[in-house]
């Protein structure tokens, strides 16, 4: 099946750092995601991006839908304690199934 | 708004034994899906209803069944629990299944674990 692979894991930072991570995919795919998982609850959708070289903002938060179309990256700048949680990339390939493929996540960590 | 609702919020089974985990949505959407998160592998999807009245697999169905009892509620099911569904299980939803509505509104998960 199609991969994805979230990098890094886990990062600790200080507060009012910016912060970088990404994914990358074995396949192409047509859509790029973005969530957020606060502890105890379900995914929240950040950002949504659907044509290669995409850069969209949501606040703080900037993500690009790679020119590959095999790579996504979510940039969030001058962090904040509330930033505490665990990102999901999801990449969607319309010709395989048509089902959403998660990265398996970055745990981001603010030291206050 | 309730959005995604899910329930039991926790459960402890015994190996062997069953249960049936409820998911409701109040925003009209034609699409459901249930997913199980383990740690450090993301969300894999279980099983999905692109509309009402069609249930089909996704990743890993293996040991579950579901159904979509009508527009608002749809259900999964262990019929005999085993420790490797351990897991934690979110319901979600979407306005509908191709193209740009596969932006999906989750439900704030079930904690199960499987003794």
């Known amino acids: 099946g199609q991969q994805l692979n979230q990098s890094p894991q886990s990062m600790f930072i200080q507060e009012g750092e910016d912060v970088s991570m990404n994914c990358t995919s074995s396949?192409?795919?047509?859509?790029w995601l973005w969530y957020k998982q606060d502890p105890g609850e379900g995914p929240v959708l950040l950002i949504a991006?659907?044509?290669?070289?995409e850069l969209t903002s949501n606040g703080r938060l900037t993500a690009q839908f790679g020119i590959t179309r095999k790579d996504s990256f979510l940039n969030i700048s001058a962090s904040i304690p509330s930033d505490v949680g665990i990102y999901f990339c999801a990449g969607l390939d319309l010709n395989a199934g048509n089902m959403l493929t998660f990265g398996g996540g970055t745990r981001l960590m603010v030291k206050p | 708004n309730a959005g995604v609702t899910q329930t039991p919020k926790f459960q402890v089974l015994k190996t062997g034994q069953s249960m049936t985990l409820q998911c409701a949505q109040d925003m009209n959407h034609n699409s459901m899906y249930w997913y199980r998160q383990d740690p450090g592998m993301g969300l894999r999807l279980i099983y999905y209803s692109a509309s009402e009245g069609t249930t089909d697999k996704g990743e890993v169905p293996n040991g579950y069944n579901v159904s979509r009892l009508n527009k608002r509620e749809f259900s999964l099911r262990l019929e005999s629990a085993a420790p490797s569904q351990t897991s934690v299980y979110f319901c979600?939803?979407?306005?509908?299944?191709?193209?740009?509505?596969?932006?999906?509104?989750f439900g704030s998960g079930t904690q199960l674990s499987v003794l």
């Open positions: 396949s192409i795919f047509n859509t």
């Open positions: 979600a939803s979407s306005v509908g299944y191709r193209g740009q509505n596969e932006k999906l509104f």
């Open positions: 991006l659907y044509k290669a070289g």
